[in-house]
């Protein structure tokens, strides 16, 4: 998949790139349709994932921590249960539309991406505090240049009894639980048990449950 889409890029100008990247996906997910892999997040089958670059998902987009995210939330459906205010930092389109159906209050940032609903930066949100009930922050605050300001800002925002997903990349991890605690979060680790050949997971792959601690405390 990598190979045709160097090629694409190399073959058609610009403008053309992300309809041929779409058309080679549609393709695929036709050319590997079967019953082997199922992706948690669309519910798709497949004979097997894409490898682009790790196990991909031709026909959302999702990766592995994706994947587990939805198996989670299927297994945790309060947390998505509306009526509620959830905001979502750097949206993907894996998780947006899952994070969407139950019909809570959707709100998404991101400093750059023009389909997000809002072009914000996460360490200067202009929301008042206490906006949400729910924030999903995944591979996203180790790109932060002040990632504890990040954390203060999500638990700004967040209501006292609401609670966030934060999740960083496995090489970035370490002292994640620590930074969190000390920007006022209990912290909980999360790890989602699944058949990982089946689901396409990475089963190392863990994210933090963070609620404010001044609620915990109540
Ligand atoms: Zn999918």
């Known amino acids: 998949m990598h190979r045709a889409r160097t090629l694409v890029r190399k073959a058609l100008p610009r ?68 009526p509620l205010r959830l905001l979502h930092v750097a949206p993907e389109r ?34 008042e505090d206490g906006s949400f009930d729910r924030v999903v922050a995944v591979h996203v605050l180790q790109d932060v240049p002040d990632l504890e300001a990040a954390l203060r800002e999500i638990h700004r925002v967040l209501r006292p009894d609401g609670c966030a997903i934060l999740q960083l990349p496995m090489e970035f991890d370490d002292g994640f639980d620590e930074t969190a605690r000390a920007a006022g979060f209990l912290v909980d680790r999360q790890f989602v048990a699944a058949d990982a050949a089946r689901n396409g997971l990475e089963p190392r792959e863990s994210f933090l449950l963070a609620r404010p601690a001044s609620d915990a405390r109540a």
């Open 94 to 127: 894996a998780l947006e539309p899952v994070l969407r159906r139950s019909g809570v209050d959707y709100v998404s940032i991101d400093i750059e991406y023009a389909l997000a609903m809002h072009r914000m930066d996460v360490t200067k949100m202009t929301f």
């Open 15 to 82: 403008r053309l790139h992300a309809p041929a990247t779409t058309l080679l996906l549609r393709t695929a997910a036709v050319a590997l349709r079967g019953n082997r892999v199922e992706c948690a997040c669309c519910g798709g089958r497949f004979r097997r994932f894409l490898a682009y670059p790790s196990l991909f998902c031709p026909r959302c987009g999702s990766y592995e921590r994706h994947r587990a995210l939805c198996l989670w939330l299927d297994r945790n459906p309060g947390f998505s249960s509306p």
